[in-house]
């Protein structure tokens, strides 16, 4: 892939051994919520596999390992612990990593839980770092939804702003929906089992869409009419991105889709930002 953004990629993991029962290690997922090994944005990961076996662009071999996960009745328990060992070349020391997680089902379609993680020696090859947070997913009605997480990071070497924390209520019936979400990520909230594309910023998310069904014409089967808008300021309030994006399709009886969409975007650079093969950096502003 090439990336043309100031904003890291995310790649999926692919080794089959952290693929099986991965779906006991999501956390605040509702959504756009923490989802272990599946993008989510800007939204941070707790757990994110590929930090585990691999580093700089380089395999780090993987010494020994195991995976604990089950349910009983209402409760779901995962754990992993692996021992990496070190590679020169890329600078990394022999680690440990360890995840634990819990949830437990609660009212109807609902569950709570909590999830921690630690990295025994931290991605700079100092100190350490333990990632935490509990997360809730409500199903309030058939079409009413409510998503809500915090998390915290501890990391050598540095304190305070080390929180994240995200809300998101979704309303969804056939002919209208309406979602919003609310997500904050701290300077230093920095979970290094997990992924972080960006820091030190807020982001507000809204969308409302109409679907009408026209039934007199038999060659049209839905409309669809999406508004949605995204605002992310630093930290320290300035703006960052602003879009406004207006969507409009037709699903035709036969399932094609004609669509239109249009969309308002800017963005705000805190410090000059070089795209890959670019002469020159794109200076400081909107």
Request: aromatic content about 10%; hydrophobic content about 35%; charged content about 20%.
């Amino acid at each position: 892939q090439v990336n043309l953004t100031r904003i890291s990629l995310f790649f999926p993991e692919k080794r089959d051994f952290f693929l099986e029962g991965r779906g006991i290690f999501d956390f605040g997922r509702g959504g756009s919520g923490i989802n272990f090994g599946a993008n989510q944005g800007d939204t941070p990961s707790l757990f994110y596999t590929r930090r585990i076996g691999l580093n700089g662009g380089r395999v780090i071999p993987i010494d020994a390992g195991g995976r604990l996960t089950g349910k009983v009745g209402k409760h779901a328990i995962g754990l992993v612990h692996i021992r990496t060992g070190d590679e020169p070349t890329a600078n990394t020391e022999p680690t440990g990593f360890t995840v634990l997680r819990y949830k437990r089902d609660v009212l109807s379609r609902s569950a709570i839980g909590v999830m921690a993680t630690n990295r025994s020696i931290g991605a700079t090859g100092t100190g350490k770092n333990l990632a935490y947070g509990v997360d809730g997913t409500f199903l309030l009605s058939q079409a009413l939804t409510a998503t809500a997480w915090w998390a915290q990071t501890q990391t050598t070497g540095t304190t305070g702003d080390d929180q994240s924390y995200q809300g998101i209520v979704d309303y969804s019936v056939d002919r209208y929906g309406a979602r919003a979400e609310f997500l904050k990520v701290g300077a230093n909230f920095d979970p290094q089992v997990g992924f972080r594309r960006r820091w030190d910023f807020n982001r507000a998310w809204g969308q409302l869409r109409f679907s009408p069904r026209p039934a007199d014409m038999t060659k049209i089967r839905k409309y669809t009419f999406t508004t949605s808008g995204e605002y992310v300021e630093s930290g320290a309030g300035a703006v960052e991105t602003r879009i406004v994006d207006g969507h409009f399709d037709a699903e035709l009886a036969n399932s094609d889709r004609v669509s239109v969409d249009v969309t308002r975007d800017y963005e705000g650079l805190r410090q000059p930002f070089t795209p890959s093969g670019s002469p020159a950096p794109i200076p400081v502003g909107g």
